[in-house]
């Protein structure tokens, strides 16, 4: 197993990450070195992909963006009596 020092995922987060083409970056960055799980039904190629949405969605709340619709809409479950 390679050990990973300082390379372009660090360097993205030295970056700001208050605009969108830098959550972008990281986003891909994240999806390019994850290895999703081969437990599930759906294929490889969308499993990479969420991986990348799901990075967006976390570093867009992060900078103080309102993702309650988005998690609303992702939501597996109905989030009723949750309080955001």
Do not use: C
Not at 16 to 40: F, Q, R
Not at 43 to 56: C, E, I, N, S, Y
Not at 72 to 81: C, D, L, P
């Amino acid at each position: 197993m390679r050990e990973r020092g300082p390379g372009p995922p660090a360097q993205l987060l030295r970056n700001s990450l208050t605009i969108a083409p830098g959550i972008e970056a990281a986003a891909a960055a994240a999806g390019d070195i994850a290895k999703p799980m081969d437990n599930t039904d759906f294929a490889l190629h969308w499993r990479k992909r969420v991986v990348r949405d799901f990075v967006t969605y976390a570093l867009r709340e992060l900078r103080g963006d309102d993702m309650r619709e988005i998690r609303r809409k992702i939501a597996r479950q109905t989030m009723m009596g949750l309080a955001y």
